[in-house]
């Protein structure tokens, strides 16, 4: 098991551990002089006494040389630790600074050779750490400035503390904006631009560059930065994206358009083809079937142009106070269901007719799934702020990519479908300010729920 931090590269406990073997301790080095002083001593006692001295002689003698050797030993033991400590003293200096720079020479084998050696293992993996932080700085700084995405970083005073290239082009003719007031840039910026970022919420605006229109999404996030509040900003240029959307949309209307008008023009083109070698030898029989089938052809012709002609051109929905009673009563006129709880009380503000629309048109599918007509049933449940409404069957659901597709215009898996329908009844939703989801159920089938929002009607159910 690795020791305590350690991180690949040899932390400063692992380093530690590598420190020469020492030779002497402290403690060790300070018998050895108090024994070397002791030794010295005790010949100088002997050579006095030898000489002739007295104890008075003697004992002055001892005095004197080991007072002398003790004061020598500590000077130079003292020098030797005190350079050490003061080196390290100014290590550690500099590393409160975040200097990692300085390493120490270490000529000792005790206890503080040691320590030196812990230092510069410390100090050189705080030097690689630095270089390794600096090097993703690097990476991510080369990222941010390269993408297309323009970013704005401000602090509470909205004071540019950092931006990237694509901001600099957007924001300033391509020159730096660090220490630049962000409000005062915005102040040359398009009505539109600023009115989006005094929002202060995610959202999209179009700015007219070159003539062109041009369509940016903002995003905009608030976080704390050392306890202060700062702002980011994301600004993405979407029309090239749109552009290739809508494109891909008007490809896939014309082929399902083209379909469309192939499959009743040239059965019709071939009937009249028919019915000119009749008139010469009339059938009219076969003339009554050749005339029918052409109406067929052009009545569902007529009926897929003016679904188109709903979607392309649905009004603005007028709302109205609507009971709900009353409104499901009307409803049960198109297609059967069951309520699933009592309706509730309060009344209601929506458009009638379009509300309508969707629902027998989800009741429509209902139907089609293969549920039985006692499984399908109906929801209304009063919200804060609004409806819940949900249409649930027992049919056979749907598979995953059908599910995520459903909703797009122009989808549909059924042979004559448009795909409009579904797409039809969350635009409806949509323009009443809400919105349409649906799910697989657990047990088989499809739920369809709906949030209507109702600012007529004050929150609580």
């Given at each position: 098991?690795?020791?305590?931090?350690f991180d690949g590269r040899g932390s400063v406990e692992a380093k530690a551990i590598q420190a020469p073997a020492k030779r002497w301790s402290i403690a060790g080095k300070l018998l050895a002089l108090l024994l070397a002083n002791a030794a010295a001593t005790a010949a100088t006692a002997v050579a006095i006494v030898r000489l002739g001295g007295d104890w008075w002689a003697v004992a002055i003698g001892c005095i004197l040389v080991g007072g002398s050797l003790a004061i020598f030993a500590a000077q130079w033991g003292a020098r030797g630790m005190s350079r050490t400590l003061h080196a390290l003293t100014d290590g550690i200096q500099s590393l409160t600074h975040d200097d990692f720079s300085v390493s120490i020479a270490n000529r000792r084998r005790d206890e503080l050779g040691q320590?030196?050696?812990?230092?510069?293992?410390?100090?050189?993996?705080l030097r690689d750490e630095r270089q390794d932080l600096f090097q993703r700085e690097l990476l991510l700084d080369t990222v941010i400035q390269a993408t297309p995405l323009a970013l704005v970083l401000t602090n509470p005073q909205e004071t540019v503390l950092y931006s990237n290239l694509a901001a600099r082009q957007l924001f300033n003719e391509g020159r730096r904006l660090e220490g630049l007031n962000f409000t005062a840039l915005l102040v040359r910026m398009p009505v539109a631009m600023r009115e989006a970022v005094a929002r202060a919420v995610d959202s999209l605006f179009t700015l007219e560059r070159g003539g062109e229109p041009q369509v940016y999404h903002l995003s905009q996030r608030q976080f704390l930065l050392n306890t202060l509040p700062h702002r980011l900003l994301l600004l993405k240029l979407l029309t090239r994206e749109i552009n290739a959307q809508e494109i891909s949309t008007w490809k896939r209307v014309i082929r399902v358009i083209a379909h469309?008008?192939?499959n009743s023009l040239a059965p019709v083109s071939s009937l009249a083809h028919s019915a000119r070698q009749l008139a010469a030898n009339p059938d009219p029989t076969m003339l009554d079937k050749v005339f029918n089938t052409i109406e067929d052809r052009l009545r569902h012709l007529n009926s897929f142009i003016e679904g188109y002609s709903r979607f392309a051109k649905l009004p603005r929905p007028r709302l109205a106070a609507v009971q709900w009673s009353l409104f499901i009563d009307d409803l049960r006129r198109a297609y059967a269901f069951e309520l699933q709880a009592p309706l509730p009380?309060?009344?209601?503000?929506f458009d009638t007719t379009q509300l309508e629309q969707v629902l027998i048109n989800l009741l429509k599918n209902a139907h089609e799934s293969g549920s039985a007509p006692a499984a399908i049933t109906l929801a209304i449940d009063a919200l804060p702020g609004g409806w819940q409404l949900r249409v649930l069957d027992r049919g056979a659901g749907m598979p995953d990519d059908v599910l995520a597709n459903a909703l797009l215009p122009f989808y549909s898996t059924k042979p004559e479908g448009t795909g409009l329908g579904l797409t039809l009844c969350r635009e409806i939703i949509e323009a009443h300010g809400g919105w349409l989801s649906l799910a697989n159920r657990a047990d088989g089938g499809v739920a369809v729920t709906i949030f209507l929002p109702d600012s007529m009607r004050s929150g609580g159910a």
């Open positions: 098991m690795n020791a305590p931090g320590l030196v050696t812990a230092y510069n293992a410390m100090s050189q993996a469309e008008l192939n009380g309060q009344t209601a503000h």
